[in-house]
């Protein structure tokens, strides 16, 4: 998947600025595609030169005018197209997996502070989702009474949470695992 989709999701669900794009990204889709600031608007400059968005501009009191992108025709199409082709499945490229099997030829102690620290990263992102879910998909707005495609990033968040859950689960195996293998015999 290209930068160019995931920037088309995002303004197909809602039209804004390369400035709320970039913090769209930081808070939702971003989870799933990372991208920095300076290459959305490397990006959407590109998008626009192609004729996939479409810019207008937007007066602003007391501030700069802003852009704001849109989805233009062409970009749709992009998207519909890139949407039918099928997909592989990811590369396992995980470079903690080859650092545990690499411990069997040192201390595997030694190893227990790097995979505590990775799982803190892990819970707290599954914090950030789970709150995520609570502002954006529970109360009044509950399942069923949301539209599709709210409904599609509600799902998209739930593999999220799930995959979060599984990871801390195997990262807690991996400490006890590493724990007792580095303990005296």
Known sequence: MALDHAILVSL???PGSGYELARRFDRSIGYFWAATHQQIYRVLKRMEGDGWIDVREVAQ???PDKKEYSVAAP???ALTAWLHEPIEPETVRHELAVKIRAAAFDDPAALVHEVERYRRAHADRLTRYLAGERRDFTGPEAPGTLDAGQE???VVLRGGIAYERMTLDWLDDVLAT????GSPR
């Open 12 to 14: 197909l669900e809602k």
């Open 75 to 77: 970009g749709r199409a």
């Open 178 to 181: 590493l724990r007792r293998l």
């Open 152 to 154: 599609l990033q509600h």
């Open 61 to 63: 009191d007391d501030r």
